[in-house]
């Protein structure tokens, strides 16, 4: 079982938005940090945004600084990215991780343990 559930993808036109969620369960996801990252086929994963325990420390992407926000709420288990002004290029596989490194969140995807198994974001008109 995934200890990671993600939602909220989709097809939305450019300029749109999408909020993505990521349930964690079977472990204690609030002492971990939570990344999302995204991939397309034959390229590389890449590191869009990353929230430490606690909500102190976050980091995003360039690519995506000011059109994204990366959000947690501990009781619910859930990390929420919030994805607006949707470009054709966002358009990939989001899945979200789980990481010990602390104090500071990074975007480097092999400090992440546990991973979810992610859903489809496509932005196209």
């Known amino acids: 079982q995934s200890p990671f559930v993600e939602s909220g993808g989709g097809l939305v036109q450019p300029g749109g938005s999408l909020t993505l969620s990521c349930v964690a369960s079977?472990?204690?996801?609030?002492?971990?940090?939570i990344g999302w990252f995204r991939q397309v086929p034959g390229k590389e994963r890449e590191g869009v945004s990353c929230?430490?325990?606690?909500?102190?420390?976050?980091q995003y992407a360039d690519s995506v600084k000011g059109r994204f926000t990366i959000s947690r709420d501990d009781l619910k288990k859930t990390v929420y990215l919030r994805m607006n002004s949707l470009k054709p290029e966002d358009t990939a596989v989001y899945s979200c991780?789980?990481?010990?490194?602390?104090?500071?969140?990074?975007?480097?995807?092999?400090?992440?343990?546990?991973w979810g198994r992610g859903t489809q974001v496509s932005v196209s008109s």
């Open positions: 079977g472990f204690g996801s609030e002492y971990y940090a």
């Open positions: 991780a789980a990481s010990t490194v602390q104090p500071q969140c990074v975007l480097n995807f092999p400090e992440y343990d546990y």
């Open positions: 929230i430490n325990s606690g909500g102190t420390s976050i």
